[in-house]
C-alpha cells in the first residue's frame, strides 16, 4: 500500500488557492487586530483632566477597560460560543 501522488497533484491548484488564502485572512487579521489593539491601548491610557473632552474620553476609557477585561476574563471557548451562537444569528436574519 502506497501513498498516491498522483491524486494529490490534481489537486495541487486547490492547495495552492487555500494556502494562498489562508495567508491573506491571516495578514488580514494581524493588520485589524493591531489597529484595534493600539485604539483600545491609547483609549486606556488618555488622560484628560479639564476641557471639553473630559467626560466622552472617561466613557472611552469605561469601554475600552471593559472590552479588555471582557476578553481577559472570558475563556476562549466562551467567547467562541458567544459568536457562534449570538452574533453571527444576528448578522444573518
Request: cysteine-free; aromatic content about 14%.
Amino acid at each position: 500500500m502506497d501513498f498516491r501522488w498522483s491524486i494529490i497533484q490534481g489537486y495541487a491548484p486547490l492547495f495552492a488557492k487555500g494556502v494562498l488564502m489562508t495567508l491573506q485572512v491571516s495578514l488580514i487579521s494581524i493588520v485589524i487586530g493591531t489597529l484595534i489593539g493600539l485604539l483600545v491601548g491609547m483609549l486606556r491610557l488618555a488622560d484628560v483632566r479639564h476641557g471639553p473632552w473630559k467626560w466622552p474620553l472617561k466613557a472611552a476609557r469605561w469601554l475600552a477597560g471593559f472590552y479588555v477585561a471582557f476578553f481577559r476574563g472570558t475563556p476562549l471557548f466562551v467567547q467562541i460560543m458567544l459568536v457562534h451562537f449570538a452574533v453571527m444569528p444576528a448578522l444573518v436574519h
